[in-house]
């Protein structure tokens, strides 16, 4: 699983695998990210919001793998929505990482949280961040630029006026949430998905019929839906800090048939997140 990767529009390789590291502090992401590259990652997932890419970028130097074979994604503060001040957080995440480049930057979500799919839209806001995220990309401080959480519209905004298209959206998706028009229209657009909680945050393990599905192959349901969104062609970044589950999580030899991913678009979708419901892409608002 490690070696297989998807090409971006520019030519650039992104693993198919990642690690994410939302919820870790910066010891915690420290410790995950010389975890996972020891066990044999090379993608890790990071952003300011994250508040640890100061230890996600300490794992980085002490992991004992050369910084190219890495790649190594953060993400513009959602808040952030003039030039000025994209520019300055991309600055400080290379500091805060302390890297030369950073190999995808994304704007991490078209809204700031507390707006969160309100009817404030931010598109002229959004076009002007892109714009930070392009110079940036021109100057190579960044390798790749993409999005985080923006619907087909808010892509479509960017479109209009960009000089370089997005080359990732990275969005929740998994089985029992599966945006399956946001996906094509992203893939009909040469814009690679990348799926954000792809286990659903252990809201879809004890589903029964996943487990049914999971059974017959012999693997795990944490397993399943990450093999799940990789045959719809999805880069995927399960977060964890533990290593037993990060090798788990690399264990995807097998192959789903046609018919279990049809029935795994269309299980019943998820409802209730539980204690990950604060989150706004996951139904709720930041408290």
């Known amino acids: 699983m490690f070696n297989e990767t998807n090409t971006l529009t520019n030519g650039i390789e992104i693993p198919k695998l990642g ?11 420290h410790q995950a990210v010389r975890d996972v590259v020891s066990i044999g990652y090379r993608h890790i997932d990071t952003a300011q919001a994250y508040m640890n890419e100061t230890g996600v970028g300490k794992g980085i130097r002490s992991c004992g793998i050369a910084r190219e074979e890495l790649f190594i994604t953060t993400k ?65 401080k960044v390798k790749a630029i993409g999005l985080s959480n923006f619907l087909q519209d808010d892509i479509e905004n960017i479109l209009t006026s960009c000089e370089i298209k997005p080359m990732v959206n990275q969005i ?3 089985v029992r949430n599966t945006p399956l028009s946001l996906i094509e229209f992203c893939q009909e657009n040469d814009i690679l998905v990348e799926a954000y909680s792809p286990i659903a945050h252990g809201a879809v393990l004890d589903h029964a ?15 399943l839906c ?28 097998f192959i789903i048939s046609d018919a279990d991913m049809e029935s795994l678009k269309h299980v019943e979708p998820i409802q209730d997140y539980g204690e990950h419901s604060f989150f706004p892409v996951f139904g709720g608002k930041l408290k």
């Open 19 to 29: 690690l994410g590291t939302w919820l870790l502090d910066d010891e915690q992401a």
């Open 76 to 140: 513009v503060a959602a808040e952030l929505k003039n030039y000025d001040a994209v520019t300055k957080s991309i600055d400080g995440s290379l500091a805060k990482l302390g890297l030369d480049y950073i190999d995808l930057m994304i704007i991490h979500s078209p809204q700031p949280w507390k707006e969160f799919r309100e009817d404030n839209r931010y598109f002229e806001e959004n076009k002007v961040v892109w714009k930070a995220l392009e110079d940036a990309y021109k100057a190579g």
């Open 172 to 174: 929740l998706a998994h």
């Open 209 to 223: 019929d996943v487990k049914v599905i999971a059974d017959k192959y012999g693997v795990t349901v944490a397993q």
């Open 226 to 253: 990450l093999r799940y969104n990789i045959q719809l062609g999805l880069v995927v970044i399960p977060k964890t800090a533990n290593p037993d589950h990060m090798r788990n999580n690399a264990e995807l030899d």
